[in-house]
C-alpha cells in the first residue's frame, strides 16, 4: 500500500491530558505528525483535533481505531484530501519600507488575495489562507524582498460528506 | 456529612466491593494510610515489600477471582515502581486501580521533594488515568476508575491524588458510575455477522477455533464448550486462553504459537476457517503474518474494534460480548465432528509425543530433573486443580504446556509484557483471592530474584502459597536462544546463586531441596499436603530447550521439533 496524506477528525471530550494520549498513539509507531489543530467543535463542550500525516490506509485505520479507543475521544474519523475542504492560514511579517518602495508588492498582495492585517512604521503583516501549495507560492514571491517573520497554522478541515457526530451525541445522551 | 478527601477514598472503595489492598506508605499517601488503619475491620491492606510487588499481587488477585485489583503507592519513586505491573495489566488486560499520593496541589510542576509526572508516565500504559487536585472529584472520579478498569475490555487505571485533596473536607456522596459518553465498552452485537460467522463454519470442511484470555474475561467458558461440542470443531488456546477449557476436553487440541503444540501451529496453515475467539493474534502466536493462516476465512469474535484487521484481516468480524455472540450462535451451528481432520491433529500429536514429550517426561538415564517431570509431578498430585502462577522463562512455557486444569481462570502468568518476577507476588495475590484452592508459583532462578523480598510479604501475612523454584543456575530462556541462534556464545546467562533453602528459612518458610530424581514424588506430595507456605527448590537439568519452537519470524508451520 502506498502513503497518501490523511486528515484524522477526532472529536473528544475537553480535557486534560487527552492531547498526551492522542500524540502518544503516533510516537509508538514513529508517524510524524504533519500539522496538528486543536479546536472547540460545533458541539458545545466537544474538542476537534485536526491531524495531518502521510500514511497507508491500513495504518491509518489502525490509528483511528486505536484513538477511539481512548476513554474521552467520542468519535474518530479519516478523511483523503479528496474528500475534504481543507486550508491552512499564515502569517508573513514583512519591512514596512517595502509596501511603498517596491511598487511589485502591492500587485502580489491584490493578486494572492491575501489581507493586510496590521501596519505599522517598522513592518506590516500579511495573512493568506488557503491551500499548502498557495501558501508556499505567495511565500516564494515575498522571498526575494525579505521576509521578517513566517509562521503557518495546522491544516483545518471540514468534510464534504455528512459526520455523524452529532446523531451519535443526541443518541448517548 | 462532610469528611475528608483520604475518608472518602476508602469509602469509594468499599462502596465497590473492595475489601483487600496492596500497597506501600510514603509522605504523599499518609492520609489515606491514617484512614486505613482506622478502616482496617473492613479494608485489609497487605504491605508488600516493593511497589511492583503490590501490582502483581492485585494481577493475580484480578486474574483468580474476576474482580478488580487494587494497588496504592506514594507519589515519585513509589507510584514509579507501579509502572512494570501496570503496563503487565494492560497489555493483558487486567482490570486494576491504582492510586498514587501527589505532591500538594500548589507544589505541582515545580520539582517538589518526590514529585514525578505519573500521569505523563503511566498514560501509555493505563487504559485511563487521571489526577485529582480536589477533594470533591474523589467520588466521581473513582467510581469512573472502576467502572472503566472492569467494563468491556477490562485494563488498568492510575488515580493520582495530590495531598490537599486528601486533606480537604467536603461532603461526601457516592454513585457507582454506569456509563461515560464517549467509551462504548461493549459493541452491539450484530445478528447478520453471527449469521454469516455460522454459515461459513456450517460449510467449513476444515474448521479451527483458536481461543484467547477473552473468553475468560467475558466468562464464555460455558459456552466456548457447548459451541465447540455441537460443532465438533478442534480448538487450539493462547497461552491466556489456558484453563478455560479443561485440559482433557477431547476437541482440546493444545497451545499456539512460538512454544506451542506441533498439530495445532502447524494445521493453522492448513484450517479453511480459523474462528477466533477473544484473541488479539498477538505475534507470539502468529509467527510471520505474511505466512500466517493466509488459506483460512477468518471469523474474529472480539470485543475491541480497534483489534479488528490489525493484524490478520478478517473475512467477517463478530464485534461484541462473546458470551452473548456464542449464545446466538450456538442455535444456527450445525451438528458435526469432523472425524478426519481431528485425526490429522491426532497424528501430529503423536509425533510431537514422540520426539519432544516423552523425553521431557521421562527423560532418558542419566539426565537431570527435567522441568517437564516437575510439572508433571506437580499435576499428579494436585489432580488438576491448583491454580498455577508461573513466571517468565522456559519454566513458563513448560508449565502452560504441560500443566493440567480442571476449571477455568487457574492460569496466571504474564502473557504480553514477560515480566520476569510477576510470579511470586501475583500467587500472593491469587492465593488471597481465592483462599478455598491451592496456588502453585513455578518460577525460575532468575525470575524469583527479582522480586524475592515478596517472601516477607508471605512471611507477615501467613498467606499459604506454595513456590517452586525450577532451578537450572542459568537465565535459560536466554540461554537457549544463545545456544540456538547465537552459536553458544552464553553471555550473560549463566547464574551464580545464593542458598535459596536458607533465604526461605531466614523468613520462616517450610522448605526443601530436591536434587535426586527419586526424591521429587515425596518431595511434591508433601508440599502439596502443607497448611502453611512452602518453598521447594527443584535442581533440573541446566542446559535443557523447550520444544517444538518456532524461531522469531519464521511461519507457523516452520515448527521445528528439535
Ligand atoms: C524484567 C525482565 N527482564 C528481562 C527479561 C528477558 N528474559 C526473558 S526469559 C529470561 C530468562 C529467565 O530465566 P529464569 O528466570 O532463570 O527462568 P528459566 O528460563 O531458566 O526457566 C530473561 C532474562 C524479561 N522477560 N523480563
Known amino acids: 500500500m502506498e502513503d497518501k496524506t490523511f486528515t484524522i477528525s477526532v472529536y473528544s471530550e475537553n480535557n486534560v491530558g487527552l492531547l498526551n494520549r492522542i500524540s502518544g498513539i503516533f510516537l509508538k509507531r514513529h508517524i510524524n505528525i504533519l500539522s496538528l489543530n486543536v479546536s472547540e467543535s460545533e458541539i458545545e463542550n466537544v474538542s476537534r483535533f485536526i491531524i495531518v500525516v502521510d500514511t497507508t490506509e491500513k495504518w491509518v485505520q489502525n490509528i483511528v481505531g486505536q484513538i477511539e479507543k481512548q476513554i474521552e475521544v467520542i468519535k474518530a474519523f479519516y478523511h483523503t484530501d479528496e474528500e475534504t475542504i481543507y486550508l491552512e492560514n499564515a502569517l508573513f511579517k514583512i519591512q514596512s519600507s517595502l509596501l511603498f518602495d517596491e511598487k511589485q508588492i502591492q500587485n502580489i498582495i491584490k493578486e494572492s488575495q491575501s489581507t493586510i492585517v496590521t501596519v505599522s512604521r517598522d513592518f506590516f503583516v500579511i495573512s493568506k489562507s488557503g491551500r499548502r501549495s498557495e501558501i508556499e507560492e505567495l511565500y516564494a514571491k515575498f522571498k526575494p524582498y525579505g521576509i521578517m517573520q513566517f509562521v503557518r497554522s495546522g491544516r483545518i478541515s471540514v468534510s464534504k460528506e455528512k459526520m455523524e457526530i452529532s446523531s451519535l451525541l443526541e443518541a448517548l445522551n | 456529612m462532610k469528611i475528608s478527601g483520604a475518608e472518602a477514598v476508602i469509602r469509594c472503595l468499599l462502596a465497590e466491593g473492595v475489601d483487600l489492598v496492596y500497597g506501600y506508605p510514603g509522605g504523599a499517601i499518609m492520609p489515606v494510610y491514617d484512614e486505613l ?40 519513586p513509589g507510584a514509579t515502581n507501579l509502572v512494570t505491573g501496570i503496563a503487565d495489566a494492560q497489555i493483558d488486560s487486567t482490570p486494576m486501580v491504582c492510586i498514587t499520593g501527589q505532591v500538594g496541589k500548589h507544589l505541582l510542576g515545580s520539582d517538589a521533594f518526590q514529585e514525578t509526572d505519573i500521569i505523563g508516565i503511566s498514560t ?4 485511563w488515568n487521571y489526577q485529582i487536585t480536589e477533594a470533591s472529584e474523589i467520588p466521581e472520579i473513582i467510581a469512573k476508575a472502576f467502572y472503566i478498569a472492569r467494563s468491556g475490555r477490562p485494563g488498568p487505571v492510575l488515580i493520582d491524588i495530590t495531598k490537599n485533596a486528601q486533606f480537604d473536607e467536603f461532603e461526601f456522596s457516592y ?30 470442511k476444515k474448521p479451527f477455533i483458536v481461543f484467547g484470555q477473552g473468553i475468560i474475561l467475558g466468562q464464555a467458558e460455558e459456552q466456548l464448550k457447548a459451541f465447540i461440542e455441537k460443532s465438533g470443531v478442534p480448538a487450539g488456546w493462547t497461552i491466556l486462553g489456558l484453563s478455560a477449557l479443561p485440559t482433557d476436553h477431547p476437541l482440546n487440541v493444545g497451545m499456539l504459537g512460538m512454544h506451542g503444540n506441533y498439530g495445532p501451529n502447524m494445521l493453522t496453515n492448513e484450517c479453511d476457517v480459523l474462528i477466533a475467539l477473544g484473541m488479539r493474534f498477538d505475534d507470539r502466536v502468529t509467527g510471520k503474518l505474511a505466512t500466517y493462516a493466509k488459506q483460512a476465512k477468518v471469523i474474529h469474535f472480539e470485543i475491541d474494534p480497534a483489534e479488528i484487521d490489525k493484524n490478520v484481516k478478517t473475512e467477517v468480524a463478530v464485534l461484541g460480548d462473546v458470551k452473548e455472540a456464542l449464545n446466538a450462535i450456538l442455535p444456527l451451528i450445525e451438528k458435526r465432528s469432523h472425524d478426519s481432520w481431528h485425526n490429522e491433529f491426532k497424528e501430529l500429536y503423536k509425533i510431537e509425543v514422540e520426539s519432544v514429550i516423552n523425553e521431557e517426561l521421562n527423560p532418558t538415564n542419566g539426565k537431570g530433573i527435567s522441568m517437564g517431570e516437575t510439572m508433571e509431578m506437580i499435576n499428579k498430585h494436585s489432580k488438576g ?9 522456559q519454566h513458563q512455557m513448560f508449565a502452560c504446556r504441560y500443566a493440567k ?40 532462578d532468575g525470575g524469583f530474584q527479582m522480586t524475592i523480598q515478596e517472601l516477607g510479604t508471605i512471611f507477615q501475612t501467613q498467606v499459604p502459597v506454595k513456590i517452586v523454584i525450577l532451578n537450572n ?43 535426586q530424581r527419586e526424591d521429587l514424588d515425596a518431595a511434591v506430595a508433601e508440599m502439596m499436603a502443607s497448611k502453611d507456605s512452602y518453598f521447594l527448590e527443584v535442581m533440573v537439568e541446566k542446559e535443557n530447550n523447550v520444544f517444538p519452537m518456532i524461531p522469531t519470524g519464521a511461519c507457523v508451520s516452520e515448527i521445528r521439533l528439535s
Open chain 2, 473 to 515: 543456575e542459568f537465565l535459560g530462556m536466554v540461554r537457549q536462544w544463545q545456544e540456538l541462534f547465537f552459536d553458544n556464545r552464553y553471555a550473560s546467562t549463566k547464574m551464580i546463586n545464593p542458598n535459596f533453602v536458607a533465604i526461605a528459612e531466614g523468613y520462616h518458610i517450610k522448605s526443601k531441596k530436591v536434587t
Open chain 2, 385 to 393: 486443580d491448583a491454580i498455577i502462577v508461573s513466571d517468565v522463562g
Open chain 2, 37 to 76: 488503619y482506622k478502616f482496617q475491620d473492613q479494608l485489609h491492606h497487605v504491605l508488600v515489600r516493593h511497589e511492583q510487588g503490590a501490582t502483581h499481587a492485585a494481577q493475580g488477585y484480578a486474574r483468580a477471582t474476576g474482580k478488580v485489583g487494587v494497588a496504592i503507592a506514594t507519589s515519585g
Open chain 2, 124 to 127: 501509555p500504559v493505563t487504559k
Open chain 2, 405 to 444: 486444569f480442571n476449571s477455568t481462570k487457574s492460569n496466571i502468568t504474564s502473557g504480553g509484557l514477560g515480566t520476569m518476577g510477576f510470579a511470586l507476588p501475583a500467587a500472593i495475590g491469587a492465593k488471597m483471592g481465592r483462599p478455598d484452592r491451592e496456588v502453585v508459583a513455578i518460577i525460575g
Open chain 2, 175 to 204: 454513585e457507582k458510575c454506569t456509563g461515560i459518553r464517549s467509551y462504548n465498552p461493549v459493541p452491539k452485537l450484530k445478528l447478520d455477522k453471527v449469521a454469516e460467522a455460522a454459515a461459513l463454519i456450517n460449510n467449513a
